[in-house]
């Protein structure tokens, strides 16, 4: 199969959803000739003109609010926040406007509206734009928050989520965008709610997203050679949550690491480790193991930036001290 | 007397009337327990949407705020729906999810109340893009008071919306008062109309309190924004003649000033003396449609008193936990 870039292949699901859907228009800053921060939109205002790649102003309130409105009154929106960072500006309309207007409409109400983003560590950005703060969305109820970590998840996931009547926070992770993966050239798109076991294995369940998924799997190749069998779970989307893959996989191998780049206080990682412990703890040999980023705003220095966030070494110490166990 | 027609200027009378009186009744049944949560009369602002709605089609949009009745019914929301709503009842607009800041009817181009002061001014834009990619000559009206205007979306929406020429009428509500906060001490311009010339969009300062100049204010601006040549800004002078809500007593405003407005610029008594004096109606006519409002708002009551409570069982089934 061929293979191509996250990046490249998010440009496809986008392409392949507006030629599809004349209602599917784009919105957000340096979109235009810029091609966006990370250059995911190349190419793309020669393809459909500006009436389609509206470029705007540095307003991430009214890019949101723009988008809203448009979702509300017939489009399908896909908003570029630049960095994840930034949603902070616009977190009225999404917390507020976008995730409750169904709801608090008794259902009559949709709002078919993606806001790209992106998040993570990994690029001397510091402490503005270096954050991984899904769990703020995965906190409200009415959002559905998607994290690809391969470009094939990336493709199939965007192309379901401007499919999907409900605003979806799809958040990219920037170490990802150059990335290489095999991507069907056929069309397709992925479920949400469908987890992805990313490596089987029988000793110990490792649960993770965006970023850390790569990790993990490094750290899984490194601990086959030990003879520790580990299985790789990435949720792909953390609202809706494919628990019964994680319980299910949990139920096999006895143990379980969750690893989240984001700050382990009020994470995403924490949260599954409540579900799991409470929900089979009778099937647990040990006790669950977070390996998470730490709670700290990220640094700029290099050394002090890697320390953050979880590194393969600190998946295998976890992994290595849950199985004595 | 006027550019409109006779029968049209009765219509809004109507409005007028059921506004306000929808507004006494709710009142009323909010200080016995029969509605709870927040609620916020739009009583001596009436002629705003009114006149405003009066200025627009059956395909255009509108966009309310926490003080939103007044839109609603003005643009003709079921009153029943609305009543049930503000008793939190199953048949009410949104099967008593939302309550009084939260009415929405799509199919009447009402994109909603909303519970954050500025929270609709932003998706005003959208509404105006769509209308715009549409190019159908629809319009937008985006209703929000004074202290909306000092919330840094208006300055981020109103120049989007400028840049990409968008068919919105943004429409403040100028009542002078952000709960407390008198807009005297809090805008730094003393019209908020002229703050239009940042934009390079018309501004309209005009008195709120009568229908008929907010009819043409407003549609002067509809009449600019459907042949494409983007936003206006319409400063509505008004007072709210209760306090932020009924049990707000609003001992923040001079008792003179509120009987000033309450004996001067009351716009439902204005326009019907108008009317009278103008011969377009005869007293007989107001009291008929007074006692038609009267019984339109009593079946209101009704129909949400006997609307059935919200499905719990349904409620929990829909959010069990992970």
């Given amino acids: ?325 | 007397m006027a550019a409109l027609p006779e029968k049209t200027m009765i219509n809004m009378l109507k409005r007028l009337i059921e506004i306000r009186k929808f507004e006494e009744k709710a009142i009323e049944l909010y200080r016995i327990g029969k509605i709870r949560g927040y609620l916020h009369p739009c009583i001596g602002q009436e002629a705003i949407p009114v006149g405003a709605c009066q200025a627009i089609g059956r395909k255009d949009y509108i966009i309310s705020n926490h003080r939103g009745h007044g839109h609603c019914i003005a643009r003709g929301a079921d009153i029943k729906k609305m009543m049930a709503e503000l008793f939190g009842k199953s048949d009410g607009y949104c099967g008593g999810r939302g309550g009084s800041m939260h009415i929405a009817d799509m199919d009447l181009g009402i994109l909603g109340e909303n519970g954050i002061v500025g929270g609709g001014i932003p998706m005003s834009v959208g509404a105006g893009l769509s209308c715009k990619m549409d190019d159908k000559g629809n319009v937008v009206l985006c209703f929000f008071g004074d202290g909306a205007a000092n919330n840094g979306v208006f300055h981020e929406a109103l120049n989007m919306s400028a840049i990409l020429k968008l068919p919105v009428v943004y429409i403040c509500e100028n009542n002078m008062y952000a709960i407390s906060m008198c807009s005297a001490d809090s805008v730094a311009c003393r019209d908020i109309g002229k703050r239009s010339c940042a934009y390079d969009i018309p501004g309209y300062i005009i008195d709120g309190s009568d229908p008929l100049k907010v009819y043409k204010s407003v549609g002067r601006a509809v009449k600019r924004a459907r042949e494409g040549k983007g936003p206006s800004l319409i400063e509505a002078k008004t007072y709210r003649f209760y306090g932020h809500h009924p049990n707000d007593p609003a001992q923040y405003r001079e008792k003179k000033e509120a009987e000033y407005y309450t004996s001067q610029k009351d716009p439902v008594v204005n326009f019907k003396k108008r009317l009278l004096a103008g011969k377009v109606i005869t007293a007989e006519e107001i009291n008929k449609i007074e006692k038609k409002a009267d019984e339109r708002i009593n079946d209101a009551v009704i129909f949400a008193s006997e609307s059935p409570e919200p499905d719990l069982k349904k409620f929990l089934k829909e959010n069990k936990p992970d």
């Fill in chain 1, 1 to 325: 199969m061929r293979e191509i870039e996250y990046r490249e292949a998010i440009r496809e699901a986008i392409t392949e959803e507006m030629d599809r859907d004349k209602k599917v228009f784009l919105i957000g800053e340096d979109i235009g000739v810029y091609g966006g921060a990370f250059k995911v939109y190349k190419g793309l205002l020669d393809k459909y003109g500006p009436g389609r790649v509206i470029n705007t102003p540095i307003s991430e309130v009214a890019i949101i609010g723009t988008a809203i409105g448009a979702a509300l009154t017939g489009y399908r929106p896909i908003a570029e926040i630049m960095f994840i960072d930034f949603t902070a500006l616009a977190m009225d309309q999404i917390a507020n406007q976008a995730a409750k207007i169904r709801f608090m409409s008794g259902g009559n109400i949709d709002v078919p509206l993606v806001i790209r983003t992106q998040g993570g560590v990994g690029k001397g950005l510091s402490a503005q734009h270096s954050q991984s703060l899904e769990s703020w969305f995965y906190h409200i109820p009415g959002l559905k928050v998607v994290m690809p970590s391969t470009a094939n998840d990336a493709k199939g996931l965007l192309k379901t989520a401007v499919r999907d009547n409900s605003p979806v926070i799809f958040i990219e992770h920037k170490m990802i965008y150059p990335v290489k993966g095999p991507v069907a050239e056929k069309e397709y798109t992925i479920p949400f709610g469908k987890a992805d076991i990313k490596r089987k294995g029988n000793d110990v369940t490792v649960f993770a997203y965006a970023n850390m998924v790569l990790k993990s799997l490094e750290a899984a190749e490194e601990l086959e050679r030990d003879g520790v069998d580990c299985e790789v779970i990435d949720p792909r989307t953390l609202v809706p949550l494919d628990i019964n893959t994680i319980i299910d996989s949990v139920k096999k191998t006895g143990r379980l690491v969750v690893v989240s780049e984001a700050c382990r206080r009020g994470s995403i990682a924490s949260d599954i480790s409540a579900i799991v412990t409470e929900k089979a703890f009778g099937y647990l040999k040990a006790p669950v193991k977070i390996v998470a980023g730490l709670n700290t705003p990220i640094p700029y220095n290099l050394a002090l930036e890697q320390v953050s966030i979880p590194q393969k070494a600190d998946i295998l110490e976890a992994v290595k001290t849950i199985i004595k166990k």
